[in-house]
C-alpha cells in the first residue's frame, strides 16, 4: 500500500502546497534505535515527544559543570544556576508573548500546573460559583475542578462536544448565562481527536459573561505559535516534554493580578517573606507559587529546548506538522476495519480510531511487533471516549521529525495488523 511521492498522488500534492522542510531526525538519538529489530517509527509524541542532542547536552551538562541550588547561595555556582533559570523564563515569556517574565510559573508539569490554580482559588469560590470543564479535556483539566467544587461547594458543569468532535459553543454560552460561572477551564487541543478549539473566542465569550479562562496548552503550544496577551487567556498551562524538553518541567503562565491572589500550592523555602511563630507572609510572584528546590537541570534544558524550536521556526513546524495529519488522515481511510475518531472542523497534532473487531490495545500490540510506537487505552479522556461510545482508543501523533515513508510505514502495518488478527479472530 505505501505510496509513492509522484505528481498524482496525496503525498505529491501536500509536499507541493506545503513546499520543503528539513526534518533534522539526525538531531534525535533516540529516532536511531530500533525495536523488535526494524527501524522505531515513532508516533506516539502526543504522551511525549523525544529530546534533540542539544537539549540532552544542555541537561548533561549543568549536572557535570554547574549543579548548585538557585536564588539562595552566594557562591558562584548558585548565581550561575539562579542565571540560567532566570533565562530560561525570559524564552519561555518570549515564546508565550507574556507581559514580564514574573507571569511564568515553574511546575511539574501541566498537571501540577492545573492543580496549582484549582487549590489556589479554593478559598475564592463559594456556594453558588461554577466552573466549566469540558467534555474534551484530559483528567487533569477536569479532576481537579470537580473534586474543588466537591470541597467548595461550588456547582461543577461540563459542557458537551458536537456531533462531530468539535465543542458546543452555543452550549457553552446557555452555561454562561444560567450560572454564575467563576472559571472555563478548556483544552486548546483534545488529546485524543487532535480537534482544535478555538480558544480566543471562547475567551471573548466567557469574559463578556465575567468567566475567567484557564487554557489546556498542553498538545497546542507545539504545533503553533501561541500568544497569550492576544487570546487574553487568564492562565496557560502546558509540559516542557511534550514540546521536544525534558520530562518534570511545566509551566503556569497567569496574569499578574490573578497569580498574586492565589493561595500557593507548596508551602516551604524560597517562597515566603517573613516568617514568625504566629503567621507567615510571601514572596513576591513568582517564587512565592515555587516553593522548595525546582528540577533546576530540566529547567535550563527547556530554555535550550525553546532556542533549538524557535531555531528551525514555529510557523515552519506548524506547517509541515499539519501537512503530516493530512497525509496520515487520508492513508487512514484507506485501512478497512476501522473507525476514525469523529471528524472535528480543525484537526492538530494527533488522530485516533478504533477498530470494528478487535480491541484497541491489540492492534497497537501488533503494530509495537512491528516497530510502529502508538498509544492505545482512554487516553486520561474517559468523559469524551464515554460521550462517542468507546472505551479505549489507539491513537496516532506524529512531530516534525517524522516522515511520510514512516505514516506510509504506519499504514502499511495498521493493514497489516488487520488482517492477521481478521485471520486470528474466531468464526
Known sequence: MSVLASEGNIKGQIIREHGSFHIRRDDFPMLRQTAYGRPLVYLDNAATTQQPDCVIRCMKDYFENGHSNIHRGAHYFSNLATTKVEEARKSVANLLHAAEPEEIIFTSGTTESI????????????????????????HSDFVPWQQIC??????????PMDMHGDLDLNSLEELLKKHSVFLVAVTQVSNVTGAVNPVREIVNLCHRYDAKVLIDGAQGVRHEPCNVAEIDCDFYAFSAHK???PTGVGVLYGKRNLL?????????????????????????????????????????AFGECIRYLQEIGLDAIAAYEDSLMTYLEQRMKEVGGIRILCQPARRSGCISFVGERFHAYDIAS??????????????????????AGVSSVVRISPAFYNTYEEIDACIDALDKTIGLLEKLAPK
Not at 492543580?115 to 484530559?138: C, W, Y
Open 366 to 387: 501488533f503494530l509495537d511487533k512491528q516497530g510502529i510506537a502508538v498509544r492505545s487505552g482512554n487516553l486520561c479522556a474517559q468523559p469524551l471516549l464515554t460521550q
Open 150 to 159: 466537591r470541597q467548595t461547594g461550588s456547582t461543577f458543569l461540563t459542557c
Open 115 to 138: 492543580s496549582l490554580v484549582a487549590n489556589g482559588l479554593r478559598f475564592q469560590l463559594k456556594p453558588g460559583d461554577a466552573i466549566i470543564s469540558t467534555q474534551m479535556e484530559h
Open 260 to 300: 498574586e491572589e492565589l493561595e500557593p500550592l507548596r508551602y516551604g523555602g524560597g517562597m515566603v517573606d517573613i516568617v514568625t511563630e504566629q503567621e507567615t507572609s510571601y514572596g513576591d510572584i513568582p517564587f512565592r507559587l515555587e516553593g522548595g528546590t525546582p528540577n533546576i537541570g530540566a529547567i535550563i
Open 243 to 245: 514540546m521536544m524538553g
